[in-house]
Structures are given as C-alpha cells and as structure tokens.
C-alpha cells in the first residue's frame, strides 16, 4: 500500500481534501473533481526542454508547500532521462551533469543546455514528449511526497472524462487486503447484493489470478485496476479457498458498485459498531443517521472503524467530528506562506454521546481517517486499536501543463489542534496495536475488532 495508490487516489479529491490514501480498496466512491488550475510559467523563456517542464519547474519552486532546491530538482530530472533512456533500449546514455548551484534561474539555463543534447542525440529513438514527462514525473518524484506526482496527458485527460462522467469503470463490490508486499491479495469485504457475492466470492478467498493473469506479485491497487473495467463485461477471478486449499473459477459481471460511506450496525452486549468508509462531502448525513440509529438502540459502547478510510474534505470531517467532540480545536493547515486555518467543533452539531468509544486503524488509514481518529484520541474520547497508519496528510492541487499533462503538488501541511503533531510521513501509532495477518484474514478472524471489544468491556467493569 502506500505511496502510488495514495497518489491515484489523491487527484479524486477536492482542492480542500486530505489525500490518502488511500487508501480505500476495491471499488470505492469517487469524490468530487478538483478544478485544473493554470500553470505557472517560469521566468526563462523559450527552452528546448518545451513549456511543460518549464512550467513544472517553476511550480515545484514556486508552489510546493516547503523551499525546493533547484539542484535537487534538476538533479533528478536528468536521472529520469537516463532511466527513460535506458528503458528505451538504449546503452549506457551520455547524460551531462553540469555542476548545479542551487541559483534557480542558473541551474535551469544548465539543466537547459544538458537536456537539448540529450534531445538532439537520443529523442529520435523515443516518442514525442517521453523524455520531458520522465523529467517532470522524477522532479515530482524526488520531493517524496504522496501529495505530489505527475499525470501524463492520457492519465489526465482519463481522470477528466471520469470527471466529466463521460466515463464510467464497473467493479465487483469487493475489498482487497495485502498487510505485507509479500503476502497474497485476500478479499477482505464482500458488499452485500453486490457482483462479487452473487457469485460466490466470500471473504478470506486468496486471489490468484485475474483473467489468467498471475497477481501474486501486484501491488493492492494494480490488482484492482484489472479487476475493474467496463460495466457488464465479465472478469474472471481464480482463487484459493479453504484448508486444504480448492482453487476456484469465478467469472463476475462488472456493475456499478456504490458502498455506502458510512455503516451501522449493534453488536450483543449493546456494543454499537460505525463503520466509515471515508469522508466524501455527503457523509455528515449518513453519520447523522447512522448515530440516530445507535442511540435509539440504547448501545453501552461503541466502536468506530476507520481502517482503509483514506479521508476526503476537510469540511466533512470538521463536521463529523463535531459530533462527537462538544468544542475544541480539531486541527489546522498551514500553506507556504505560514498562513493558518483552524477548524474546530462547531458548538451545535455534538450528539451527546457518552459512551466508551475504540477506534479501529490500519495501515490503509490515511489523512482524514488519521486526523479523526486522532482528534478523538487527543480530546479524551476514545483510545486506537490496530497497526500504524499511513502517514500520508495533506491538501493537494492540480495544475494543468501546458502540452495537457498535470502535475499535483501538496500545498497545505495539517497538525492535529490539540498536541500539534504533525502526521505526514510518521503516522498515528495506534494506543494498541494488534496485527491483522494473513492466516487471520483467510480464517475470517478480526483480532483487532476482537480487543476493541475487550477493551470496551474492560472500560464497562469499571
């Protein structure tokens, strides 16, 4: 999991969203569009390196949330020309590195000169624009920051159609789990009506390949990409079930697949569980409802389930928190310029909820799944369960380059409001933390929502 699904997922949000990461699985709902803004042009003219990459150069410098060195962007730029190059099939590539200086306006007549040699002598052994797209994508690279990538024109032309709903991809209504990269993809949730459960899809099957293709050594999100695809065309999944294992054909009709943001429901004992799924703008209402529900139901306890929750707008989740939390700060951006926003709960949304409350994460728990569940830990209300979270917590905005590319860049940092920790790249260590392994998900265990509940009953005793 972590930095290339939380970069796919991060263009799907809002300009005022924390990206993460993603990091939801299977087929998840899709936030809205943000707005491309215009590029930035750099202040040297007339580079052979072409518009683009000028134009990102400038925007790295400019608007990137922290000071970036010109030499370190130019540095790694030239090293993804020499990768590009080698890709290409070409040997050992003459690539020069001037002696970069960190003088913006310098380093870039350098890098300038370097790159049209390079064009000059290899360009003709590769396709319009590669080897500037293989620059512009290192640049965004070496900042290592999931928050910040490059899209080439069909990647961002793709996610405008899908905007514009001129596109639309069927999914199977299932959630994929990987805990380690060398673990098997394991179906982890299986919707309810959905593709997936009408033909027999359970969880804890083991995904061995999709359509004929072995998967064994895909990434979570690379996996569902082949297993997404056109509404009402068919995908067939092998998997491994049971001990011993039976290895299985499954062929499923692609749908649209829409789980719910939020769900509810009451375990014995008066425990009530809310799973949220992420924080799109529309889940304050669902939440409303969901925690009605509850609370008619009398429940003693309650468990919050954050795991893969990948965040969404900033606003969504000021709001949801202020359901829980009476008054306080929840958290605050800062942008390059120092400039501050707070939110903080809104003295009018809190429900009164005076119950025990665990909060589940994960691994997948990314940006405003991470800052909610902090906000509730730091506030007093509720102690973590499960593995540290993704650490990935931030805005983002995307500007569009002029040949049609996009290039994302964070442009806010987040802090938690009460003990100002910063998140992004550390992530929250959960107060217990409890694997969930393999072997756990193939036998259908939960051991983290296992000491949510012990942890629960042990608050009641007291």
């Not at 069927?170 to 394991?186: N, Q, S």
């Not at 359970?202 to 990434?219: E, K, M, N, P, W």
């Not at 809104?346 to 405003?368: A, K």
Request: net charge neutral; hydrophobic share 40%.
């Amino acid at each position: 999991m972590g930095r290339h699904l939380l970069r796919s997922l991060v263009l799907l949000l809002t300009t005022l969203a924390l990206f993460v990461g993603s990091c939801s699985r299977g087929a998840a709902p899709t936030p809205p569009a943000p707005t491309p803004t215009p590029a930035v042009r750099a202040t040297a003219s007339g580079a052979p390196a072409g518009e683009a990459l000028e134009a990102a150069y400038a925007l790295l410098l400019t608007t990137y949330i922290e000071p970036v060195s010109s030499a370190k962007l130019l540095t790694a730029a030239l090293d993804g020309v020499s990768a590009e190059l080698v890709r290409a099939g070409v040997i050992s590539p003459t690539v020069e590195r001037p002696p970069f200086t960190d003088d913006p306006k310098r380093d870039w007549e350098l890098f300038r000169a370097a790159f049209a040699n390079v064009s000059a002598r290899y360009g003709s052994k590769l396709p319009s624009g590669a080897l500037t797209h293989a620059a512009v994508r290192k640049m965004a690279d070496s900042v290592d920051d999931c928050h910040t990538s490059f899209f080439d024109p069909a990647q961002y032309a793709e996610q405008m159609r899908w905007f514009r709903g001129e596109v639309r991809f069927g999914g199977i209504g299932a959630a994929l789990r990987k805990p380690k990269r060398e673990d098997p993809l394991v179906i982890w949730r299986v919707f309810d009506d959905g593709p997936a459960a009408k033909a027999g899809l359970r969880a804890g099957d083991i995904v061995v390949s999709v359509d004929g293709q072995d998967v064994s050594d895909l990434t979570v999100d690379a996996a569902v990409q082949l297993i997404r695809g056109r509404e009402g065309a068919p995908v067939t999944l092998t998997v491994r079930r049971g001990i011993p294992p039976q290895t299985i054909n499954l062929t499923i009709t692609r749908a649209t697949i829409d789980p719910p943001a939020v769900e509810a429901r009451v375990y014995q004992g008066g425990i009530g569980f809310l799973l949220i799924n992420s924080f799109p703008v529309t889940v304050v209402a669902s939440i409303d409802r969901a925690l009605g529900q509850l609370q008619q139901a009398g429940i003693r306890a309650l468990v919050i389930d954050l795991r893969n929750n990948g965040g969404g707008s900033l606003d969504a989740q000021n709001q949801a928190l202020s359901r829980f939390i009476k008054q306080g700060l929840l958290f605050y951006l800062f942008d390059r310029s120092g400039q501050r926003t707070n939110f903080s709960a809104d003295g009018q949304s809190y429900r009164g909820l005076r119950v025990p409350i665990t909060v589940m994460v994960n691994e997948g728990t990314g940006s405003g799944g991470e800052l909610f569940a902090a906000a509730l830990q730091e506030h007093g209300l509720a102690v973590t369960v499960g593995a540290r979270t993704a650490g990935c917590v931030g805005t983002g905005r995307v500007f569009n380059l002029p040949d049609g590319s996009g290039l994302q860049l964070t442009v806010g940092r987040v802090l938690t409001g009460q003990r100002n920790r910063i998140l992004n790249r550390i992530g929250l260590t959960p107060d217990y933390e409890v694997a969930l392994t393999v072997d756990d998900l193939v036998a259908g265990r939960d051991p983290q929502l296992e000491r949510a509940f012990q942890l629960l009953a042990q608050y009641a005793e007291r």
